[in-house]
């Protein structure tokens, strides 16, 4: 029987932690288990350099080795796997279908757990440019910059873990955020701050991304002095949010306003045995711990619902 003749007992879409620790959970309690994913196993953690928050790793842990462990503990238990971009799925009724590039599966449980795409910054330029100095992953595209100066912007996290890690290539980074103060949590302003390689642009906006083949430099807003200077840079990066990937949604599943699952603490959505888990969700924090928590109940939630 072929995958997309079997019905699985949970379907899972998104291969980042909420979506194999919730493998993990349900092959273990021995239901049949798919797991579609367009990417990297590990989902956006995949590009992180170095997961350091995560309990268990004192000396941290680089992002794609935490993926393939995840990926390999739920093989190891009977999960499958398979690599394809999904375009749509159907909720209601007793099985639930998910439609994708690689054909039809079906399953008794659903699982989204599709996580979050970077926010684009919109202004002229960027689009131009993506893949030619404008990149969304410092650790993809870091090593490119070798000895060459480099802007990032944002001030949380994301923005300064990525801009310290692209001080292992770079000549200079520039860190341009719209705001006086960063949102990023102490310890990584402290880093930051110390790192003789950082330059802060404070209460500044990118305007335009400039360049002729590729990024050569960016136009920059001080809106605290009212100036704008033009800063000689070879790349931008950019971390100014998140959307979430739910355009492949049916109306069924409800939504907040901003496009996050709303689901209740057992991680049931508004369609009963369709569950939602991780960063997709709406929820007040997006971490990979409680993204691991909310596969797992997710898993137990749906063993529930078909065996009671």
Not at 91 to 103: A, D, L, M, R, Y
Not at 142 to 156: K, P, R, T
């Amino acid at each position: 029987m072929t995958r997309q003749e079997t019905i699985y007992d949970m379907l899972i879409v998104g291969g980042g932690p909420a979506g194999l620790s919730a493998a993990i959970y349900a092959s273990r309690a021995r239901m049949s288990v798919l797991v579609i994913e367009a990417m990297l196993s590990g989902g956006q953690i995949a590009t992180t350099e170095r997961l350091e928050n995560y309990p268990g790793f004192p000396e941290g842990i680089g992002g794609a080795e935490f993926g393939q462990l995840l990926e390999a503990q739920a093989r190891r238990f009977g999960t499958e796997m398979v690599l394809a971009t999904v375009t749509g799925v159907s909720s209601e009724g007793e099985i639930k279908t998910v439609q994708t590039s690689n054909g039809t599966y079906r399953g008794r449980t659903l699982l989204i757990a599709s996580g979050t795409r970077p926010r684009a910054l919109g202004v002229p330029g960027e689009e131009e440019f993506k893949g030619r100095g404008v990149s969304y992953c410092a650790t993809c595209d870091g090593f490119f910059y070798q000895d060459q100066e480099v802007a990032v912007v944002g001030g949380g996290d994301s923005a300064l873990q990525e801009a310290m890690f692209l001080t292992k290539f770079a000549s200079k980074v520039y860190i341009i955020h719209r705001r006086d103060q960063l949102r990023a949590i102490n310890i990584l302003r402290e880093r930051a701050k110390a790192n003789p390689k950082i330059e802060f642009l404070l209460d500044s906006q990118v305007r335009t991304i400039n360049g002729t083949d590729s990024v050569e430099s960016v136009t920059v807003y001080n809106k605290k002095l009212d100036k704008t200077r033009e800063v000689k840079v070879s790349g931008i990066f950019l971390y100014v949010g998140l959307i979430p990937n739910t355009d492949f949604l049916d109306s069924s599943i409800k939504v907040d306003e901003y496009g996050y699952i709303i689901t209740n603490e057992a991680m049931e959505t508004s369609v009963a045995g369709v569950y939602a888990a991780g960063d997709i969700r709406q929820k007040s924090l997006r971490q990979v711990v409680t993204a691991v928590a909310d596969g797992a109940i997710a898993a137990v939630s749906a063993n529930n619902y078909l065996y009671g």
